[in-house]
């Protein structure tokens, strides 16, 4: 009998609980019943050749990531994929990856936002992994001129699997994290880099760009630039592929200005070559080469594509390709008609140039009330004026100066000048001219070319005019 009044008792509190639950709101309105709502980890738990990513995801603590509002797209690798990337990487179970690069690979599969296939484009997008070069988003590049292929390993096999904050693509492999070298070879439109890096069996550029103890920023040049390339200086094209690879730092495009740089390209002696980047429009490269897609990024590297393959740089190409020049290159060419100053300047050398810079130049124009521009100078003064910035031959760097002490090498003008290190004040080196002017200072040095070296002047030097 206890046991029939105790049942009565509990279904009467149950129908009282059940009335409450039902009961209108105070607006008069009856509550809807709870929506289940299915996120992407719970369809990839009710999807059996998910099983080992869920694993995965639950031996990373990426399940309550992916639970979250999102949106996520993910592309998740099948069984037999995670069985082929234990095998590959000598796992015997997925217990043996390390937890931080297992969460590392993970992240390589989800993009931010709900990508279903009818919106995904040929390009690069970011994965949420930060392994990329000083913790930056890696970069996935999606491929969809045959289906949707990502990194050049992954095909979508099952696409649009939608759920509540985003959407699921099955992929028949996993995605690495890739260096440099996997990002070029996955992207159809650098093929001819590829082959002009790996021609002959060439390991040399696979084995630097592939290497994790370095990190590198590589201008990479379409296959349109390579087409269009006709080596005009007959320049060995292993040192021209060096030339577009900056080592010991990953510069993204919101990092460059107007600036020089190092590459990994060197001149006869040894120097490493340098690149003119300048940021006034765009991003250009020694006045020639305009970045077309930037920031692709790699576990030790960033690359940025180019329109135009980057040739060795004459002391010339520095000269034209910054604006700081402008006045230098104009007394080069159209006020000194009679000397071909441009064609001697781009010649074998070596040449080592001392450039004022276009605030020297306004201060000599200044100094001549009849002079508006340097054409206004006398051709055969400005002549002068411009061998007596030239020491020929040698290029001579900083480093082959006399620190502390003075070092006078002669100039094309037949006199010589005078280097005394250290400088005074803002100058890294004080310059005494042919005419004794002690009022002249090297503000940058070693701007290296493959014919010569410049130096940059802050005042114009004058010859001695009475010899």
Known sequence: MKVVLNFLKLSALLAVFLFISCSDDDDGTTDPPMEETTTIVDLAIDTADLSILVEALTAANLVETLQADGPFTVFAPTNEAFTAFLAANNFASLSEVPNDLLTDVLL???????????????GYVSSLSTAGADGRNLSLFIDTASGVV????????????????????????????????????ANGALSSLVGALTTDNNTTFTDLLSSDTNVY??????????????????????????????????????????MYVSTVATNADGDNLNQYI??????????????????????????HAVDGVIDLPTVTTFAVADATFAPLVAALT????ATDFVSVLNGEGPFTVFAPTDTAFQALLDSNMEWNSVTDIDEALLTSVLQHHVVTPGNVRSSDLTNPGDTSPSTLED???????????????????????????????DVQANNGVIHVLNKVMIPDTTN
Not at 108 to 122: D, R
Not at 280 to 296: F, K, P, Q, R, Y
Not at 334 to 337: A, D, K, L, S, Y
């Open 278 to 303: 300048s940021t006034d429009d765009g991003v250009l490269i020694n006045g020639t080469s305009s970045v077309v897609i930037a920031d692709v990024i790699a576990t030790n590297g960033v690359i």
């Open 150 to 185: 990502i990194n050049g390993v992954a095909t979508v096999t099952n696409a649009d699997n939608e759920a509540d904050n985003g959407v699921v693509h099955i992929v028949n492999s996993v995605i690495g994290l890739p260096n440099i070298v996997d990002h070029a070879v």
């Open 108 to 122: 390589n599969h989800v993009v931010s936002g709900t990508n279903l296939s009818s919106s995904l484009s040929t």
């Open 217 to 258: 920023t590589v201008f990479a040049p379409v296959n349109d630039a390579f087409t269009a390339f006709t080596n005009p200086n007959d320049n060995d094209i292993n040192s021209v592929l060096s030339y577009h690879v900056i080592p010991g730092a990953a510069v993204s495009s919101d990092q460059l200005m107007n």
């Open 415 to 445: 006199d010589a000048i005078k280097i005394t290190l250290p400088g005074t004040g803002d100058n890294i080196a004080d310059v005494t001219d042919g005419a004794g002017n002690t009022d002249i200072g090297i503000v940058v040095v």
């Open 334 to 337: 159209e006020g000194t008609p």
